[in-house]
């Protein structure tokens, strides 16, 4: 989930919360505008702030290691049908949009070593049990030998991570990308 952050002054106030102690008001509205709500699970995103929060930790911590974990979504799983819910062109383009920042964030010279897609396989999600989905790969959890099978966005990540070459091109305000 994507959300804009800013500096506000420490607290007066004796009692201390997440909120106040990180001395940050949150916030899905900034002087540009909203964040753009996802269509799929009504998640906010803005995969350029990836890129900000990175140029943020070089600028002001002095350029740490940075690994990202867990980039991804949720997905409603609702009553679709397992081959709709196998066609998921919209994690690619999550995913796909978020790895064009943090290359843009790599040529700015920040110190990523390392990213990690949310998540490889659906799972059960303490809240919500088997009714959202998260992975790159399909899990049949009617059938008891739950079988699985790559769903397009991990058909187009392994492309990914097997290519030689830099197979995502962004159009030219680097809001979006895709594969050639």
């Given at each position: 989930?994507?959300?804009?952050?800013?500096?506000?002054?420490?607290?007066?106030?004796?009692?201390?919360?997440?909120?106040?102690?990180?001395?940050?008001?949150?916030?899905?509205?900034?002087?540009?505008?909203?964040?753009?709500?996802?269509?799929?699970?009504?998640?906010?995103?803005?995969?350029?702030?990836?890129?900000?929060?990175?140029?943020?930790?070089?600028?002001?911590y002095g350029n740490p290691?940075?690994?990202?974990?867990?980039?991804?979504?949720?997905?409603?799983?609702?009553?679709?049908?397992?081959?709709?819910?196998?066609?998921?062109?919209?994690?690619?383009?999550?995913?796909?949009?978020?790895?064009?920042?943090?290359?843009?964030?790599?040529?700015?010279?920040?110190?990523?070593?390392?990213?990690?897609?949310?998540?490889?396989?659906?799972?059960?999600?303490?809240?919500?049990?088997?009714?959202?989905?998260?992975?790159?790969?399909?899990?049949?959890?009617?059938?008891?030998?739950?079988?699985?099978?790559?769903?397009?966005?991990?058909?187009?990540?392994?492309?990914?991570?097997?290519?030689?070459?830099?197979?995502?091109?962004?159009?030219?305000?680097?809001?979006?990308?895709?594969?050639?």
């Amino acid at each position: 989930m994507t959300q804009f952050a800013r500096s506000v002054p420490p607290s007066n106030s004796n009692r201390f919360s997440v909120m106040t102690d990180s001395q940050t008001d949150i916030s899905y509205v900034n002087e540009d505008g909203p964040i753009s709500a996802c269509p799929f699970g009504g998640v906010y995103n803005r995969p350029r702030g990836i890129l900000d929060v990175l140029e943020y930790f070089k600028t002001n911590y002095g350029n740490p290691k940075v690994y990202i974990t867990e980039n991804g979504f949720r997905s409603l799983d609702g009553n679709h049908l397992a081959e709709e819910i196998k066609n998921d062109q919209h994690r690619t383009d999550f995913i796909c949009s978020h790895i064009c920042f943090v290359r843009s964030a790599i040529e700015k010279g920040c110190q990523v070593k390392g990213y990690f897609v949310w998540s490889l396989g659906d799972n059960y999600e303490f809240c919500d049990g088997y009714t959202v989905r998260f992975g790159l790969t399909y899990i049949d959890f009617t059938n008891i030998t739950y079988d699985r099978d790559l769903k397009s966005s991990g058909k187009w990540y392994q492309k990914f991570l097997q290519s030689k070459q830099n197979v995502i091109k962004q159009v030219p305000d680097r809001t979006q990308c895709f594969m050639e």
